[in-house]
Protein backbone atom coordinates (compact mmCIF):
# COMPACT_ATOMS: atom_id res chain seq x y z
CA UNK A 1 0.00 0.00 0.00
CA UNK A 2 1.35 3.81 -0.88
CA UNK A 3 1.58 5.89 2.09
CA UNK A 4 3.01 9.14 2.96
CA UNK A 5 4.24 10.65 6.10
CA UNK A 6 5.02 14.03 6.84
CA UNK A 7 7.62 14.97 9.48
CA UNK A 8 6.36 17.60 12.24
CA UNK A 9 2.87 18.50 12.61
CA UNK A 10 4.15 22.21 13.49
CA UNK A 11 7.05 24.39 11.72
CA UNK A 12 7.67 27.78 12.81
CA UNK A 13 9.39 30.19 10.71
CA UNK A 14 10.37 33.70 10.39
CA UNK A 15 9.30 36.27 7.89
CA UNK A 16 11.86 36.26 5.12
CA UNK A 17 12.94 32.75 6.63
CA UNK A 18 13.65 29.23 4.43
CA UNK A 19 10.44 27.11 4.52
CA UNK A 20 11.34 23.38 4.33
CA UNK A 21 7.94 21.27 5.10
CA UNK A 22 9.11 17.51 4.95
CA UNK A 23 7.63 14.37 3.43
CA UNK A 24 8.42 10.84 2.69
CA UNK A 25 6.70 8.75 0.74
CA UNK A 26 6.30 4.48 0.61
CA UNK A 27 5.24 3.10 -2.84
CA UNK A 28 6.37 0.65 -5.05
CA UNK A 29 5.63 2.21 -7.79
CA UNK A 30 6.09 5.28 -9.59
CA UNK A 31 4.36 7.56 -7.33
CA UNK A 32 1.82 10.74 -7.97
CA UNK A 33 2.87 13.06 -5.25
CA UNK A 34 1.02 16.52 -4.67
CA UNK A 35 1.19 19.34 -1.80
CA UNK A 36 -2.00 20.53 -1.14
CA UNK A 37 -2.66 23.82 1.35
CA UNK A 38 -5.38 24.31 3.62
CA UNK A 39 -6.24 28.29 5.23
CA UNK A 40 -8.19 29.07 7.59
CA UNK A 41 -11.70 28.24 7.16
CA UNK A 42 -11.32 27.28 3.82
CA UNK A 43 -10.89 24.01 1.50
CA UNK A 44 -7.86 22.71 0.49
CA UNK A 45 -5.83 24.22 -2.51
CA UNK A 46 -2.95 22.48 -5.17
CA UNK A 47 -0.25 23.85 -4.64
CA UNK A 48 2.06 21.60 -6.91
CA UNK A 49 2.05 18.24 -8.57
CA UNK A 50 4.88 15.79 -9.30
CA UNK A 51 3.87 13.30 -12.33
CA UNK A 52 7.09 11.76 -13.39
CA UNK A 53 8.42 14.27 -15.20
CA UNK A 54 10.76 17.15 -13.86
CA UNK A 55 11.71 16.59 -10.84
CA UNK A 56 11.99 19.72 -9.70
CA UNK A 57 8.43 20.94 -8.98
CA UNK A 58 7.04 24.57 -9.03
CA UNK A 59 3.97 25.83 -7.87
CA UNK A 60 2.02 28.64 -6.61
CA UNK A 61 3.14 30.88 -4.35
CA UNK A 62 6.84 30.70 -5.09
CA UNK A 63 6.44 27.31 -3.59
CA UNK A 64 8.73 24.28 -5.03
CA UNK A 65 8.85 20.89 -4.35
CA UNK A 66 12.12 18.28 -5.34
CA UNK A 67 11.13 14.75 -5.49
CA UNK A 68 14.28 12.21 -4.90
CA UNK A 69 13.61 8.86 -5.35
CA UNK A 70 17.32 7.34 -3.57
CA UNK A 71 15.08 9.32 -0.61
CA UNK A 72 11.95 8.57 -1.09
CA UNK A 73 11.04 12.12 -0.73
CA UNK A 74 9.24 15.05 -1.65
CA UNK A 75 9.85 17.88 0.24
CA UNK A 76 8.21 21.41 0.06
CA UNK A 77 10.51 23.99 -0.16
CA UNK A 78 10.25 28.22 0.11
CA UNK A 79 12.98 30.69 0.09
CA UNK A 80 11.07 33.18 1.96
CA UNK A 81 8.56 32.83 4.22
CA UNK A 82 5.46 35.57 4.11
CA UNK A 83 2.93 36.28 6.72
CA UNK A 84 0.54 34.70 4.47
CA UNK A 85 1.96 31.41 4.59
CA UNK A 86 0.58 30.57 7.51
CA UNK A 87 -1.35 27.53 6.74
CA UNK A 88 -1.63 23.60 6.97
CA UNK A 89 0.04 21.66 4.08
CA UNK A 90 -0.70 18.18 2.98
CA UNK A 91 1.60 15.73 1.61
CA UNK A 92 -0.42 13.23 -1.24
CA UNK A 93 0.17 10.51 -2.91
CA UNK A 94 -2.23 8.95 -5.73
CA UNK A 95 -2.24 5.27 -5.39
CA UNK A 96 -2.13 3.28 -8.07
CA UNK A 97 -4.32 1.70 -9.70
CA UNK A 98 -7.56 3.09 -7.60
CA UNK A 99 -6.46 7.19 -8.44
CA UNK A 100 -7.30 7.78 -4.68
CA UNK A 101 -5.40 10.24 -3.04
CA UNK A 102 -3.75 9.21 0.55
CA UNK A 103 -3.12 12.10 2.83
CA UNK A 104 -0.46 12.77 4.91
CA UNK A 105 -1.59 14.47 8.74
CA UNK A 106 -0.94 17.65 7.62
CA UNK A 107 2.05 19.98 9.05
CA UNK A 108 0.85 23.42 10.30
CA UNK A 109 3.20 26.56 9.17
CA UNK A 110 3.16 29.34 11.76
CA UNK A 111 5.25 32.48 10.23
CA UNK A 112 6.71 35.05 12.90
CA UNK A 113 7.01 38.72 11.97
CA UNK B 1 -20.00 30.80 -10.42
CA UNK B 2 -16.63 28.58 -10.77
CA UNK B 3 -15.65 26.10 -8.67
CA UNK B 4 -16.68 23.61 -6.05
CA UNK B 5 -19.21 25.18 -3.44
CA UNK B 6 -20.31 23.68 -0.22
CA UNK B 7 -23.67 24.36 1.71
CA UNK B 8 -24.68 25.10 5.01
CA UNK B 9 -20.45 26.15 5.63
CA UNK B 10 -21.55 25.80 9.57
CA UNK B 11 -24.50 23.62 10.43
CA UNK B 12 -25.33 22.40 14.62
CA UNK B 13 -27.41 19.46 15.02
CA UNK B 14 -28.90 17.04 17.92
CA UNK B 15 -28.28 13.48 17.59
CA UNK B 16 -31.91 12.89 16.11
CA UNK B 17 -32.15 15.37 13.89
CA UNK B 18 -32.16 14.73 10.42
CA UNK B 19 -30.03 17.55 7.90
CA UNK B 20 -28.08 16.97 4.74
CA UNK B 21 -25.21 18.93 3.44
CA UNK B 22 -24.82 20.00 -0.56
CA UNK B 23 -21.50 20.07 -2.79
CA UNK B 24 -22.46 21.69 -6.11
CA UNK B 25 -19.26 21.84 -8.87
CA UNK B 26 -19.22 24.20 -11.73
CA UNK B 27 -15.96 22.49 -13.14
CA UNK B 28 -17.36 19.66 -15.92
CA UNK B 29 -15.73 17.06 -14.02
CA UNK B 30 -17.03 13.76 -14.01
CA UNK B 31 -15.87 12.10 -10.63
CA UNK B 32 -17.32 13.85 -6.49
CA UNK B 33 -15.69 12.61 -3.32
CA UNK B 34 -16.62 13.29 0.87
CA UNK B 35 -14.17 13.78 2.73
CA UNK B 36 -13.69 13.88 6.37
CA UNK B 37 -11.36 15.74 8.06
CA UNK B 38 -11.03 15.86 12.19
CA UNK B 39 -8.74 17.26 14.24
CA UNK B 40 -5.21 15.36 14.42
CA UNK B 41 -6.35 12.70 11.92
CA UNK B 42 -5.37 12.46 8.25
CA UNK B 43 -8.03 13.33 5.86
CA UNK B 44 -10.23 10.30 5.53
CA UNK B 45 -11.99 9.64 2.17
CA UNK B 46 -15.71 8.18 2.77
CA UNK B 47 -17.91 8.23 -0.63
CA UNK B 48 -16.28 8.55 -4.35
CA UNK B 49 -18.60 9.03 -7.35
CA UNK B 50 -17.96 8.79 -10.81
CA UNK B 51 -20.04 9.80 -13.85
CA UNK B 52 -23.05 9.04 -10.85
CA UNK B 53 -22.57 5.97 -9.52
CA UNK B 54 -21.14 5.10 -6.40
CA UNK B 55 -17.68 3.47 -6.64
CA UNK B 56 -15.92 3.98 -2.90
CA UNK B 57 -18.06 3.50 0.01
CA UNK B 58 -14.64 3.49 2.48
CA UNK B 59 -16.75 1.53 5.34
CA UNK B 60 -18.51 4.88 6.47
CA UNK B 61 -21.28 3.75 8.89
CA UNK B 62 -25.22 3.56 7.64
CA UNK B 63 -26.20 7.31 9.09
CA UNK B 64 -24.16 8.77 6.48
CA UNK B 65 -25.50 8.35 3.28
CA UNK B 66 -25.02 9.86 -0.13
CA UNK B 67 -26.89 10.74 -2.59
CA UNK B 68 -25.25 11.90 -6.52
CA UNK B 69 -28.26 12.74 -8.46
CA UNK B 70 -26.29 13.81 -11.72
CA UNK B 71 -21.97 14.75 -12.10
CA UNK B 72 -22.61 18.34 -10.81
CA UNK B 73 -24.63 17.44 -7.47
CA UNK B 74 -23.45 15.49 -4.58
CA UNK B 75 -25.34 15.40 -1.25
CA UNK B 76 -24.85 13.65 2.24
CA UNK B 77 -27.56 13.14 3.93
CA UNK B 78 -26.96 12.36 7.54
CA UNK B 79 -29.60 10.73 10.37
CA UNK B 80 -28.92 9.86 13.89
CA UNK B 81 -25.53 11.30 14.27
CA UNK B 82 -22.82 11.02 17.59
CA UNK B 83 -20.99 13.82 18.88
CA UNK B 84 -17.55 11.77 17.22
CA UNK B 85 -19.00 12.85 14.15
CA UNK B 86 -18.36 16.07 14.50
CA UNK B 87 -15.70 17.33 12.02
CA UNK B 88 -15.05 19.30 9.08
CA UNK B 89 -16.49 17.60 5.81
CA UNK B 90 -14.92 18.04 2.66
CA UNK B 91 -16.59 17.82 -1.10
CA UNK B 92 -14.08 17.19 -3.91
CA UNK B 93 -14.45 17.06 -7.60
CA UNK B 94 -11.72 15.46 -10.45
CA UNK B 95 -12.10 15.28 -14.08
CA UNK B 96 -11.17 11.39 -13.41
CA UNK B 97 -8.26 11.52 -16.35
CA UNK B 98 -7.09 8.15 -17.94
CA UNK B 99 -6.47 5.91 -14.54
CA UNK B 100 -3.00 6.30 -13.44
CA UNK B 101 -2.15 9.29 -15.41
CA UNK B 102 -1.59 11.31 -12.85
CA UNK B 103 -4.28 13.39 -14.24
CA UNK B 104 -7.07 13.02 -11.26
CA UNK B 105 -6.62 16.15 -9.50
CA UNK B 106 -8.86 16.82 -6.73
CA UNK B 107 -10.75 20.85 -6.69
CA UNK B 108 -11.79 20.69 -3.16
CA UNK B 109 -14.61 23.09 -1.55
CA UNK B 110 -14.67 25.23 1.50
CA UNK B 111 -16.30 22.59 3.55
CA UNK B 112 -18.94 22.24 6.22
CA UNK B 113 -18.16 22.34 10.01
CA UNK B 114 -20.10 19.81 11.42
CA UNK B 115 -21.41 20.01 15.55
CA UNK B 116 -23.18 17.23 16.71
CA UNK B 117 -24.60 17.87 20.01
Not at chain 1, 17 to 41: G, H, I, M, T
Not at chain 1, 56 to 85: C, Q, R, Y
Not at chain 2, 24 to 41: R, T, V
Amino acid sequence: AQSVTQLGSHVSVSEGALVLLRCNYSSSVPPYLFWYVQYPNQGLQLLLKYTSAATLVKGINGFEAEFKKSETSFHLTKPSAHMSDAAEYFCAVLEAFTDKLIFGTGTRLQVFP
Amino acid sequence: ETGVTQTPRHLVMGMTNKKSLKCEQHLGHNAMYWYKQSAKKPLELMFVYNFKEQTENNSVPSRFSPECPNSSHLFLHLHTLQPEDSALYLCASSPRGDRGSGANVLTFGAGSRLTVL
